[in-house]
Each structure stands twice: as C-alpha cells, then as structure tokens.
C-alpha cells in the first residue's frame, strides 16, 4: 500500500461555546499543535429542527445554552461574517478552515466565501437536496461521514457524486461512529479497510472519523488507509457542552501529530537488505569472536 501524508483535522464544531474569541484561540491552538484543518459547524436551525424540535428543552439541561433546544443552538451559532473571519485568521496563521454543513442553506452560505473543503456529517449525509448544492455549486472537496449509515446508503451516496463525475476528483469518504464517546470495540476500525476496498478507486481518498477517548488507535486508522484523521477538539474538556467529553486537548492534539508524522516516516520497506545504519552493528556485533 502507499501511504500519503496524513491530515489531521481538529474539529472545534461548537467547542468554542459560542464566543468569537475563544473559537480564534482554538485555531491559534489547532495550528501549534500541528493540525492541518480546523473545523466549524454552521446550521440553520429553523430550517433543520421542526417547530417541536426547536422549542422542546435541551435533552442534558446541564449543557444547555438556552432555555429550548433552539435557543441552545442559536447561543452557539456563528454568522457567515464571523465564518469569513475565522477563514481569513485560518488563511493568516497557515492553517486550512472548513466547516460541517447541515443544510441547504448553510451550504450556500459557506460556499460563498469559497473555503477548500466543506464536511457533511453523518447526520446530513442522506439530504440529497444540501448534497446537490455541494456538488454542483460548490467546487472544493466534499468530506462526508459515513456514521450510521448503511451500506445501500453508502453506495447511493457514492453512485450520486458518480452521477456528474465527481466521485473521483472531490469526494472523501469517512470511517465513522456516531456516538460521544465511543467505546473501542464499537470504533470498528476494519471498516477504513472495507471502505478502501469498495471505494477506494472510485473517491479521491478515505478519511476517519474519531469520537473514541485517547490516542492509542488513530495510528492504527492511519496505516489501515486513512489519509484523513478527523477529531474534536477543544481547550478544556469540563468545559460546558456535548462534544468536550470526546474531544482531544492541545496536548493530547499535538502528541496525536506527532505520532501520525512518526507513522508516516516509518511506513515503509528497507532500500537495502543492510541499512546504513544497521552496518556498523552488524560489523560490531554480528561477525564478533563467537
């Protein structure tokens, strides 16, 4: 198998708990800590929840920014001009900006600024309407997990990008389980090896998607042909909100870099039977007086 480098996305989401400054920290953090992507959420809740939706109480009041469930989501929202904002200090610090988009009009929104990618999480990834918009107004890479989705699900989503030739060039597809945290043996690993094998001539490349606590298994995702590593990201996991349980620290972040650049040099075969550096050894040690 050959390997490319791999990229490392910090996905901030709604980490930030709906203040500006700390969402440019976590960038600021994301870059030092050696990411290559940070990502946002951008919703537009009346159009994605009903009306019952929308007014019922946050199911876990104590991570609730609101009164409802809306008023929840609508506290931790950023406008498109924030967006931008955060995209130009992505553009400023060398790091790349994307966001997840969970309806047809937040797609819209995003693409008009023109970011390099744009995800649609597993939740989205069946709304064939946001998912036209992505495909035919949209020309960066559509990164798109698969998470509680099922195989006929997954083809048809693949075979719909197929449709205008797309596949191929833009899309990537992504190993995920759809849960806060996940336990490791429902992280299901082996499914990077089973995407790659059905699709991996047919999209422009394979992705993970982590929501597991740790590091220990993201180098395995890694060398089973996950270009893309995907996890959530924040500064202090206590902090108030759904995701910071299942979210890496900038320590955890920046060892989890570390480990991904060290696999990558490793992976390989010798380019001779005898490295250099195994030559003095072999001369010191091998052929020694028995």
Known sequence: MEYKKPKVIAEIGCNHKGEYEIAIELLSLAKECGADVAKFQKRNNKELLTEDQYNAPHPNPSNSYGSTYGEHREYLEFSVEQHKGLKEHCDKIGLEYSTSVWDVTSAREMI??????????????????????????????????????????????????????????????????????????????????RLKDEYGDRVKDIGFSGHHL?????????????????????????????????????????????????????????????????????????????
């Open 112 to 193: 008009s600024f023109k970011p390099g990618l744009l995800k649609v999480p597993s939740a989205c990834n069946s709304h064939f309407e946001m998912l036209a918009v992505l495909r035919d107004e949209y020309e960066g890479e559509v990164h798109l997990s698969f998470g509680m989705t099922n195989r006929d699900e997954e083809r048809k989503i693949v075979e719909f990008f197929e449709e205008t030739d797309q596949a191929k060039g833009r899309l990537i597809i992504y190993s995920c389980t759809s849960g806060y945290p996940v336990p490791f043996k429902d992280v299901c690993l082996l499914e990077i090896s």
């Open 214 to 290: 740790g590091i220990a298994i993201d180098n395995a995702a890694f060398t089973l042909g996950a270009t893309w590593i995907e996890r959530h990201f924040t500064k202090d996991r206590t902090w108030k909100g759904t995701d910071h349980a299942a979210s890496l620290e900038p320590t955890g972040l920046k060892k989890l870099c570390r480990d991904l650049k060290a696999t990558y040099e490793a992976l390989g075969y010798k380019g001779e039977e005898i490295l250099d550096i195994e030559k003095v050894q072999r001369e010191k040690l091998k052929f020694r007086k028995q």
